[in-house]
């Protein structure tokens, strides 16, 4: 339980499947960066991990209050009608499945979300949007991701009136590692946070339950959760409706 009674929302992080070493042992694993989970704990939700087994089954998403979609990998070109880019690598099919399948499910249950990098990226294309397959292409310079492996800082403007600016307020400095970006906005979303070079950096939705994106990673700045504060608000007063 939460302050005063109240029951911790339990919150869905999306795993990726990596060949992964315990100890002796060399094997696949489900995983995903121990940031997301203890940002979640701090903020006061529970965290549950959800493995890319496939498409997700409604019975699912009745037992969460609240989703995060969680970064990596870049998402399949063919998903916005676009063919691949020589920079666009790694894609992990499993993972596209499933998670496109969460957000679907987590929408039509009126499920709060937050959206963290990739996770911006696959709300976008799934609502209608298309993706900048390789932004030093198009900016002519690699300020979003100088080194691999190795998160940026910088800082981002919020739009005034939205929920990121409420949540954040109207300058942050965020940790960034994206070598993608939102192209074409999809309908139902509006920009509400921009890097210097005009990036969009944050989206959120024009109506209906709470949905908000962000490029950046919060995981990463572990004395600010503001961010996930908020879904963990909203997820409570999800669980708490829904169990009526």
Known sequence: MGAGGTKRPLIGLPTYAERTRFGHWEVDSAVLS???????????????LLP??????PELLERLDGLALT???????????????PATRGLRPDRDESEFGLFELARAADMPVLAICRGLQLVNVALGG???????????HTDHARTPGVFGVTTVR????????????????????????????APG??????APDGTIEAAESTGG????????????????????RALVEQATIHGRERTR
């Not at 298309?130 to 002519?140: E, F, Y």
């Not at 919020?158 to 960034?176: D, F, K, L, N």
């Not at 979303?189 to 921009?194: F, G, I, R, S, V």
């Open 130 to 140: 298309t993706l900048v397959q390789h932004l030093p292409d198009v900016l002519g």
């Open 52 to 57: 890319p087994i496939g498409t997700p089954r």
């Open 158 to 185: 919020t739009v005034p009136g939205s929920r990121v600016a409420a949540i954040a307020g109207p300058e942050v400095r965020v940790h960034c590692h994206h070598h993608q970006a939102i192209e074409v906005l």
């Open 71 to 85: 970064g990596g990998a870049d998402i399949d070109p063919a998903r916005y009608a676009a063919e691949a880019d």
């Open 209 to 228: 339950p709470f949905l908000v994106g962000v490029q950046w990673h919060p995981e990463e700045n572990s004395t600010d959760d503001r961010l996930m």
């Open 189 to 194: 979303l509006t920009a509400t946070a921009h």
């Open 34 to 48: 121990r940031t997301y989970i203890d940002m979640v704990v701090r903020a006061g939700g529970i965290p549950v």
